[in-house]
């Protein structure tokens, strides 16, 4: 084994840092918002930024639904745990408007028992289509992270299909491993009748807001097709979940007036097109995180 040149400058650990650090100097130097928002809004306003954001949201809203009914069929049937079906819905009721989240909590429990009755347990369709349209949430993102990297050559498609399914089952099970601590938790403070509803909730997002970042870092990490360190993605990975979590409640109370204009627009699928619009906003933020990313180590 070769012994290291004492000549030679010591290399350096990395070093976690602040992901909030870049911001406070910036403000604290007088810059304001907008040197730092200018970069984002350039790529923004790029074309083919729209083009995979568009396809991600499309994904997603293909996955949606299926993903809610494999993790109600799991509870319900495989699991007998009803406590995790009601996991579930504390997190539609987290992520969605009131009136949206009873059209989608009454729909989904009707669509689950009703598919159950017909066939039995978990539905073998629903976790295909799952597989399939989640595969295609990862393509576009894996091609945008690439062109953001610099990296010319893509995966071929058996790989990329390979990375993407497992980055599926470690997502999928990042949001079981939420569902299950969320329902454990909630079965924890049932006898404390005296705690308000909103405890079940904060008790979600604590769970919930940095199972999502790992999620996120994992995608910055593993799709480009180019060796990336994860240290180096984290603080990114952040910034973008606690954007997402703005997103969120900017949606939640949003969505009355964004609703009465899909309602005349798209008459029945306005439900469709609001998740499509959420999706496709998310994905913008994303995208955005990733090609700051990519600058800042390139710098």
């Not at 995979?52 to 994904?59: E, M, R």
């Not at 949606?251 to 439900?271: D, N």
Request: overall charge positive; some cysteine; proline content about 7%.
């Amino acid at each position: 084994m070769p012994r290291p040149d004492p000549d030679s400058p010591p290399r350096s650990a990395p070093v976690w840092r602040n992901p909030v650090q870049p911001v406070l100097i910036s403000l604290s130097r007088g810059g304001g918002w907008w040197p730092m928002l200018r970069p984002i809004v350039r790529y923004w306003a790029e074309v083919e930024v729209h083009v995979y954001a568009l396809s991600v949201a499309a994904a997603v809203l293909l996955s949606f639904f299926p993903f809610l009914i494999v993790m109600v069929s799991l509870f319900r049937y495989v699991f007998e745990w009803p406590a995790g079906v009601r996991a579930i819905e504390i997190a539609l009721a987290d992520f969605f408007h009131p009136d949206l989240y009873e059209f989608m909590r009454r729909n989904l429990l009707q669509t689950v028992y009703a598919s159950a009755k017909a066939h039995g347990g978990v539905q073998l369709t629903s976790l295909f289509l799952l597989l399939f349209t989640a595969n295609a949430v990862f393509v576009p993102f894996e091609v945008a992270l690439n062109r953001a990297w610099g990296v010319t050559q893509n995966r071929t498609y058996l790989k990329n299909q390979l990375v993407s399914l497992g980055l599926i089952f470690v997502c999928g099970s990042l949001a079981l491993a939420s569902f299950v601590l969320t329902a454990l938790n909630r079965e924890f403070l049932a006898g404390w009748t005296w705690l308000p509803a909103w405890v079940a909730i904060a008790a979600f997002k604590v769970l919930a807001v940095p199972m999502s970042i790992l999620a996120l870092a994992l995608m910055y990490w593993l799709l480009p097709n180019r060796p990336v360190r994860f240290l180096s993605v984290a603080p990114t990975a952040v910034r973008v979940g606690l954007a997402l979590e703005v997103l969120k409640w900017v949606s939640r109370f949003a969505w009355p007036l964004v609703e009465a204009k899909l309602r005349y627009e798209y008459g029945p699928f306005r439900i469709s097109v609001g998740i499509l619009l959420w999706s496709f906003a998310a994905a913008m933020i994303i995208l955005a995180g990733a090609d700051r990313l990519a600058r800042n180590v390139r710098a």
